[in-house]
Structures are given as C-alpha cells and as structure tokens.
C-alpha cells in the first residue's frame, strides 16, 4: 500500500499568519492517465470531512482562495495563507491513484 | 443539493454481522462510483471499499476483503455495507462517499456509528 506521511502532525498557528502542511508518499502518485490524484480534506472538530483540493491544486467551489495545494510525483503541500478561526481542525491528505486509497495521519490545525 | 444520509450503526457483539446504509439524493446516483470510509474513535481516516456506478467493479482493502460486502441499488439511491465477523478494531464512524471523478470523492455523508463489544 502506499504510506502518505504528513508533517507535522500538531500545527499551531497565530490568526492571520501562513500554515504549510508537507504530505509525502511512498511511491510517485501519477497515474497511468498522467494525472496526478492527490487530494486534500478538511475536517473540522464534530463534523464529517470536506473535500477542499483535488488533483494536487484544483480548489473545490466554496473554498476560500487562502487554500492552496502545490506539488509533484511524491511531494506535496497544503498552505492556507492566512490562518482564520474557522481553519481549525485536521486536515488529511489522501491519493486516489494507486489502490487501496490512502489517507495521510492527519495534521491537527490550532489557534495559539 | 447533494445528499448522503447513513443509517444503521449499532452496538454489535464479536463475530456478529450488520448492515449500514447510504441514502442518496440530488444527484444521479446511478452514474457515480461511491465509497465507504471509516474513522476509528480519536483515529484518522481509513478506507473500506469502493464500487463503480453499476456494482460490476467492486474494490476492498485487504483487512476488510472477505467479511465486508459493498452493493448498491440504483433503483433506490442506496448503497450498502455488509459486515460480517466483525472485531472489536471495525467500531467506528462508518462514511459514505460519491465519487465525482476518478481519484477522489466529492461529498461525505455525516456518518453512522458501529460499535463492536461484548
């Protein structure tokens, strides 16, 4: 199975300030298409998860613009630009290219 | 609007069997893969299985290959997850996912809970 392994994994941040969220995969993620399927969700305290990017940097209709993935082969990264109270929660990686599917950890998002 | 209702989490001995569903709505159901995933109390996320839009491609996790069953009837926007000899390890918030487009699923239901004790 492909391991996708996020770092870090407790992610503090002050309102208003940048949070980087690095997810890395055990194997290349494209595939045999030439797409690349990783995706990023969202999962705030009590709710169920929300898909925010898809297929490295594809933002979903409603996200925020601050929400942005970048990325490549087995490295990829989730950066908000600007931290807001409602950000907080764990976010996941997770690539649809090789199965089983696979989720990352969980990177848990908190205001300091 | 995009719906995923799931129902039938219960309490559930060691070694029993249950089946939880999915009620779809506002979108065509019969055309779209759809997913189950599970999240362990205080755990990350897992995947179970995935079928295509007609049930003639079905996919399982290796742990789970052999005692969970995904099906789905198109007629009814349901979908299905039949679990057989469960353990203590499957209790969790089981998730029913649409899959929008290969690689990735769209909309989460809000999830149904299975509890496996004695």
Redesign the interface.
């Known amino acids: 199975d492909v391991v996708m392994t996020q770092s870090p994994l407790s992610l503090p941040v002050t309102l208003g300030q940048p949070a980087s969220i690095s997810c890395r995969s055990s194997q290349s993620l494209v595939h045999s298409d030439g797409k690349t399927y990783l995706n990023w969700f969202q999962q705030r305290p009590g709710q169920s998860p929300r898909r925010l990017i898809y297929k490295i940097s594809d933002r979903d209709s409603g996200v925020p613009d601050r929400f942005s993935g970048s990325g490549s082969g087995t490295d990829f990264t989730l950066k908000i630009s600007r931290v807001e109270a409602e950000d907080v929660g764990v976010y996941y990686c997770m690539q649809g290219t090789h199965w089983p599917w696979t989720f990352g950890q969980g990177t848990k998002v908190e205001i300091k | 609007e995009v719906q995923l209702v799931e129902s039938g989490g219960d309490l559930v001995q060691p070694g029993g069997s249950l089946r939880v569903s999915c009620a779809a709505s506002g979108f065509t159901f019969d055309i779209y893969w759809m997913s189950w995933?599970r999240q362990a109390p205080g755990r990350?996320?897992?995947?179970v299985a995935?079928t295509n839009h007609d049930a003639t491609e079905k996919?399982?996790?290796?742990s789970m290959k052999g005692r969970f069953t995904i099906s789905r009837d198109n007629a009814k926007n349901l979908l299905f997850l039949e679990m057989n000899s469960l353990r203590v390890e499957d209790t969790a918030v089981y998730?029913c996912g649409r899959g929008g487009?290969?690689?990735?699923?769209?909309?989460?239901?809000?999830?149904t809970l299975v509890t496996v004790s004695s």
């Open positions: 995933v990350g996320l897992e995947w995935n996919y399982y996790v290796d998730y487009a290969p690689g990735t699923v769209d909309y989460w239901g809000q999830g």
